[in-house]
């Protein structure tokens, strides 16, 4: 079990708002690290889709945005298009554990 | 244009040893930091290690640790990763990539990645 929390699945119709989630705790996301989200489509390789929070890399459409509070963040995706049918991880520092932790994935799917 | 191309990979038994390698390319190596991110078949992905861009530190996730060396020669744009007394709980995609961020800040972030090289523990 992932020390940041994702749910297993989200979905929705093409054009509709999905929200993903990241639960973190006091060590990690809750100390004040940053939370990163990227993009995975098996077999190629994972896009860093967000960065320090909110900031979104050049390419990476405005359609993704994300937040941040207190433990938790999340990630939201507008206009929901065939092609972002993938799966989503969030990732930040835990300052207990000294490493970088992944949070356990999400599969959108896009009905 | 920056590129990373892991490999190195293959089917290892056991208790064997394996060394990936990660070659890059775009842009100027020995100012960045590298991890290993690895993804077992079916799971999500796994943090390994860190290199600092000057080699000054390494860190290890706890299920690697005393097992596997990273390294880097900055003269061959290559990061390493030797691993030995391989296991079968091992067996993953190991992706290399590219870190944006400071470790010691707490904010590494990975902006670059290869396409990932398999390894397969089995007897």
């Known amino acids: 079990q992932s020390v940041l929390t994702q749910p297993p699945s989200v979905s929705g119709a093409p054009g509709q708002r999905v929200t993903i989630s990241c639960i973190g705790s006091?060590?990690?996301?809750?100390?004040?690290?940053?939370v990163h989200w990227y993009q995975h489509l098996p077999g190629t390789a994972p896009q860093l889709l967000i960065y320090?929070?909110?900031n979104r890399p050049s390419g990476v459409p405005d359609r993704f945005s994300a937040s941040k509070s207190g433990t938790s963040a999340s990630l939201a995706i507008t206009g929901l298009q065939a092609e972002d049918e993938a799966d989503y991880y969030c990732?930040?520092?835990?300052?207990?554990?000294?490493?970088?932790?992944f949070g356990g994935g999400t599969k959108l799917t896009v009905l | 244009q920056v590129h990373l191309v892991e490999s190195g990979g293959g089917v290892v038994q056991p208790g064997r040893s394996l060394r990936l390698s990660c070659a890059a390319s775009?842009?100027?190596?020995?100012?960045?930091?590298f991890h290993w991110v690895r993804q077992a078949p079916g799971k999500g992905l796994e943090w390994v290690s860190i290199?600092?861009?000057?080699?000054?530190?390494?860190h290890y996730a706890d299920s690697v640790k005393g097992r596997f060396v990273m390294s880097r020669d900055n003269s061959k744009n290559v990061v390493y990763l030797q691993m030995d007394s391989l296991r079968a709980e091992d067996t993953a995609i190991y992706y290399c990539?590219?870190?944006?961020?400071?470790?010691?800040?707490?904010?590494?972030?990975?902006?670059?990645w290869g396409q990932g090289t398999l390894v397969t523990v089995s007897s």
């Open positions: 990539a590219r870190d944006r961020g400071h470790w010691t800040r707490g904010t590494s972030s990975f902006d670059y």
């Open positions: 775009g842009f100027t190596f020995s100012n960045y930091g």
């Open positions: 290199i600092f861009y000057d080699d000054s530190q390494k």
């Open positions: 006091s060590s990690n996301i809750g100390a004040g690290y940053d």
């Open positions: 320090g929070n909110i």
């Open positions: 990732q930040s520092y835990d300052s207990s554990l000294s490493v970088v932790l």
